[in-house]
């Protein structure tokens, strides 16, 4: 069974960095757009960035020019660098893919668990 693991989160003051790590653990041939979204108390689930398997990305306006997406095909693993952090950042940060290939076939909408960002000013 498919899973995504996220770790990197925690606590750090405001204008620190921190760096997110997810990983499909899994018989995987191939993943398409993975992508980050965030939760924060009281709020609705919120797209931070996404990147295709071409290398193409998107982000949410709010963290243009501060957060940067990446991922390693060959580790089956995708990445959040967080630089410049606000204590409007504060959430739980998700790892989610949208279609993985297996050897059970295809995987829609899979989401890891979940990791918490906690900025403090």
């Known amino acids: 069974q498919v899973q995504l693991v996220e770790s990197g989160g925690g606590l750090v003051q405001a204008g620190g960095s921190l760096r997110l790590s997810c990983v499909a653990s899994g018989i995987i041939f191939t993943i398409g757009v993975m992508g980050w979204y965030r939760q924060a108390p009281g709020k609705q689930r919120e797209l931070v960035a996404t990147?295709?398997?071409?290398?193409?990305?998107n982000y949410a306006d709010s963290v243009k020019g501060r957060f940067t997406i990446s991922r390693d095909n060959d580790k089956k693993a995708v990445y959040l660098r967080m630089n410049s952090l606000k204590p409007e950042d504060t959430a739980v940060y998700y790892c989610?893919?949208?279609?993985?290939?297996?050897?059970?076939?295809?995987?829609?909408?899979?989401w890891g668990q979940g990791t918490q960002v906690t900025v403090s000013s």
């Open positions: 990147i295709d398997s071409g290398g193409s990305t």
């Open positions: 989610a893919v949208d279609r993985l290939t297996t050897n059970r076939g295809p995987q829609l909408n899979i």
